[in-house]
């Protein structure tokens, strides 16, 4: 009101106090007004009969009601707060809040008024004591007097009335202020304990509930927190049947359960340039912002924004609408949160990731480029006819795979980012009708690399690059085991970052970098990417690797692409080929269970039919 008077009020709020005084001093009849203390109240006070009638009176509605009131305190140090004086729930309870024209909640007052204990007593003969603003339910019999002691109890409800949580504790304090801590803090730690880890059961929930004397109904817990669980997947690791499962992204759908884009247009050429997991797109116009840069697979954005930036290329835009939960986005108070949101966006550029950036400039076709090479040219020798990507990344194996005439009939990639889909499949697509391809059959797979699944068991051969760094090194470990003991390819190809090439991509002279892997764990250290959990020296990595291969009698040859192996610091990016040696064909492999199958197939691709998406 006070901008829509002088629009100045938005940069100066303290305007405001003198548009409000000099507004309270026109009702000179009804307001009494102090410009020096700042404080404004009635000349006359409501007499103890209106006051009590209120109270007291019943109504026959069953509609939750509360009357509001803003205590503007007397002093500048002290905030202008919104004070519930009345409130009625389904139950017909009450909650009461009394306070004085001359006195705050805190402040004690000479008024005979604000001592008076008022009695409310709904339908089942429950009753509500209420003096110099405490709540207590007289069924527990906590009485509040003079000199007595204090209980807090704290509910947590929705916008549709519902208790979510409420918290009881049985401590008393002869402080109010330590009540209400003291309560607020249970409630506070819960909750916190609950956000660092959505995932946890609900018997441990209740147990830690019960632990700390709340109660909560599951059912509307979950409903309001739904999107928790969605936020805190981005860059953690998951707990599958009580083993963490990796994932190097949100692990998501395009689009969060129950919610669906209403429509979605793409207009503009084709450039040809696709956003991928680790960029930076930048859209246009989105919402009130003329350019906003993200970064692809980070959970900067909502998921139907990032599903729809995906499927685009540079140049391009694209106009959908959606419908959105109230826990997701939040409008102004005027607004309405249940409405339908409409965008128009335009692509205007993609920056790579620092890691593809940063070897480009030293690289020359890219590293990236150069590690696909050097698996295209090891299938190539193998004359496999099965392959299986494990964590395929951008699909950039899979795609040139397509290009080259090979002896593969069938691939499959293991992915752990649905939301890309879209660039995988439109490439392979794309490329599937090529020639030069004997290619049968191709297969999309979601699910975690450390888990095994008996349809990707006994493939020719098995290629894993870049991946295991962006895992824990125990997790990149149990993948070692469980690709070697289980899914058992023939020929399996691991490449990781070589971290001792610090040393010419960062600049880094060479004793600062012996200093680092003495005195920082891997957690400090500062690798080519930031989604890097850790990056192993050559001697580390043979080591990993000749280990695995002496566990699950395998033979491994090592190599790398990116510098020389002769000269220091050796290749930019390790690479390790094992080899089982015992097994002359494919089939020849023991066994598994076929129960075992967890991936979801999210893809897939016959030569004699047409592609389909799982999702």
């Known amino acids: 009101m006070c901008k829509s008077i002088d629009p100045e009020v938005e940069s100066n709020r303290f305007l405001v106090i003198s548009y409000v005084m000099r507004a309270a001093a026109r009702l000179s009849g009804l307001l009494a007004t102090c410009e020096e203390e700042l404080w404004i109240r009635r000349k006359n006070p409501y007499t103890p009969e209106i006051i009590e009638s209120s109270f007291v009176e019943q109504s026959d509605s069953r509609e939750n009601f509360s009357i509001e009131a803003i205590n503007v305190p007397g002093s500048l140090e002290k905030r202008v707060e919104k004070v519930i004086l009345i409130t009625q729930y389904h139950s017909r309870s009450h909650k009461c809040t009394m306070f004085t024209p001359r006195s705050t909640l805190e402040e004690s007052s000479e008024s005979p008024i604000s001592h008076k204990k008022l009695k409310v007593t709904d339908l089942d003969g429950k009753e509500t004591q209420c003096a110099n603003g405490c709540v207590v339910d007289a069924g527990v019999n906590e009485i509040v007097e003079s000199g007595g002691s204090f209980r807090c109890e704290v509910k947590i409800i929705s916008k549709f009335e519902d208790i979510i949580l409420e918290c009881s504790p049985k401590e008393t304090f002869k402080k109010q202020s330590d009540a209400i801590q003291n309560a607020s803090l249970k409630v506070l730690l819960w909750l916190n304990a609950y956000f660092g880890d959505p995932t ?22 979950i409903k309001t927190f739904m999107l928790c669980q969605h936020i805190h997947n981005v860059g953690h690791k998951e707990t599958e049947d009580g083993k963490l499962a990796y994932s190097n992204s949100v692990n998501a759908s395009f689009v969060l359960p129950g919610i669906e884009l209403r429509s979605l247009s793409i207009e503009g050429p ?12 930048c859209a246009k116009l989105l919402e009130s912002s003329d350019d906003f840069e993200f970064e692809i697979a980070s959970g900067a954005v909502i998921p139907h924004l990032e599903s729809v930036i995906t499927q685009m290329t540079v140049g391009q835009s694209a106009f959908f609408s959606m419908d959105l939960p109230p826990q997701e986005l939040v409008f102004a108070a005027a607004g309405n949160s249940t409405r339908m949101l409409s965008l128009f966006i335009t692509l205007l ?34 004359c496999a006819t099965t392959l299986v990507d494990f964590g395929c990344g951008s699909g950039s194996l899979l795609d040139s795979l397509l290009n080259y005439p090979t002896s593969l009939e069938k691939i499959a990639g293991v992915i752990f980012h649905k939301r890309v889909l879209p660039i995988r499949h439109s490439k392979l697509n794309s490329n599937s009708d090529a020639s030069t391809s004997a290619m049968k059959s191709a297969i999309l797979y979601d699910g975690s690399i450390t888990n095994f699944d008996s349809r990707l068991s006994g493939f020719g051969i098995g290629t894993c690059l870049e991946v295991i760094e962006h895992m824990e090194e125990d997790q990149a470990s149990e993948f070692g085991n469980v690709v070697l003991s289980l899914f058992r390819p023939r020929v399996l190809i691991v490449s990781t970052p070589n971290y001792e090439y610090k040393v010419i991509l960062q600049k880094s002279n060479l004793s600062s970098q012996e200093d680092d892997q003495e005195d920082k764990s891997q957690a400090q250290r500062k690798f080519r990417n930031h ?11 043979n080591c990993w690797a000749t280990e695995l291969a002496a566990r699950h009698n395998c033979s491994v040859e090592f190599s790398g692409v990116g510098g020389s192996g ?50």
């Open 200 to 221: 946890v059961p609900l018997e441990g929930l209740n147990a830690s509930a019960d632990g700390r004397n709340i109660r909560f109904d599951s059912q509307t817990f």
């Open 270 to 281: 084709d450039s040809g340039v696709f956003p991928s997991i680790g960029s930076l797109a």
């Open 349 to 382: 550029e993609v920056t790579e990731p620092l890691e593809d950036t940063m070897e480009e400039a030293f690289f020359s076709p890219p590293l990236s480029k150069q590690r696909v090479e050097y698996a295209v040219q090891s299938i190539k020798k193998s």
């Open 531 to 541: 989604g890097h959990k850790f990056e192993w020296t050559r001697e580390q990595f």
């Open 566 to 615: 002769d000269t220091e610091p050796g290749f930019a990016s390790h690479i390790a080929v094992f080899r089982h040696e015992l097994a002359t064909k494919e089939v020849a492999f023991l066994e598994v269970s076929g129960l075992e199958q967890p991936y979801q197939v999210i893809w897939e691709w016959n030569s004699r039919d047409r592609p389909r998406s799982a999702i």
